[in-house]
């Protein structure tokens, strides 16, 4: 299996400060369709989860700019520009290039 | 709007069975993959089991070959779970999702409000 390995796993933030998560793979997640399929999850307290970006990059509709994400290969990383008190929950990164589709450890965050 | 409704959960004996099912609405049902994702108390998030549009390809995770089956019904719109031989660490919240057309490559992008399962004598 595909190992997702997300850091840190605790993260407190000061409201309007950035927050950055790295996540890392133990495979390349570059696809042959020349897609790589890393996405990123945020869970808040008492919620479903909510797709926030898949394909590294790309927002899912209704999602802050303040969300961005970045990275290639097996290295990547969400970075939040300006946290809100709404942003406090836990984070996950997820890999769809191989199946079983595998989840980070979960990232969570804060307010300092 | 996309709907994701899951039931069947609830207190079961070690060894047991359970189904659950996930009635959906608000989109084109039989165009999309479907799948369940669980998450212990506490813990993080699984993928269980996952079907294509058309239900005839599945996977499962490890720890559940064998013994869940994933099905669908697209002429009645629901998607399920039948959990057999179930065990403790069975217990979790587990959640119908939906994919996209091709499959969950990209991650679900719709999520149910899950149902809780509890294995215990």
């Known amino acids: 299996d595909v190992v997702m390995t997300q850091s840190p796993l605790s993260l407190s933030v000061t409201l309007g400060q950035p927050a950055s998560i790295s996540c890392r793979s133990s495979?390349?997640?570059?696809?042959?369709?020349?897609?790589?399929?890393l996405n990123w999850f945020q869970q808040r307290p008492g919620q479903s989860p909510r797709r926030l970006i898949y394909?590294?990059?790309d927002r899912d509709s209704g999602v802050p700019d303040r969300f961005s994400g970045s990275g290639s290969g097996t290295d990547f990383t969400l970075k939040i520009s300006r946290v809100e008190a709404e942003d406090v929950g836990v984070y996950y990164c997820?890999?769809?290039?191989?199946?079983?589709?595998?989840f980070g450890q979960g990232t969570k965050l804060e307010l300092k | 709007e996309v709907q994701l409704l899951e039931s069947g959960g609830g207190l079961e004996q070690p060894g047991g069975s359970l189904r659950l099912s996930c009635a959906a609405s608000?989109?084109?049902?039989?165009?999309?993959?479907m799948s369940w994702v669980r998450q212990a108390p506490g813990k993080g998030l699984e993928w269980v089991s996952a079907?294509?549009?058309?239900?005839?390809?599945?996977h499962y995770a490890d720890s559940v070959q064998g013994r869940f089956s994933i099905s669908r019904d697209n002429s009645k719109n629901i998607l399920y779970l039948q959990m057999n031989s179930l065990r403790a660490d069975d217990t979790a919240v587990y959640y119908c999702?939906?994919?996209?057309?091709?499959?969950?490559?990209?991650?679900?992008?719709?999520w149910g409000q899950g149902t809780l399962v509890t294995v215990s004598s």
């Open positions: 999702a939906r994919g996209d057309t091709a499959g969950h490559r990209k991650g679900p992008e719709y």
């Open positions: 608000g989109f084109s049902f039989s165009s999309y993959a």
């Open positions: 079907i294509n549009y058309p239900g005839t390809v599945t």
């Open positions: 495979q390349s997640l570059v696809h042959s369709d020349g897609n790589t399929y």
């Open positions: 394909r590294v990059s």
């Open positions: 997820m890999q769809g290039i191989q199946w079983p589709y595998t």
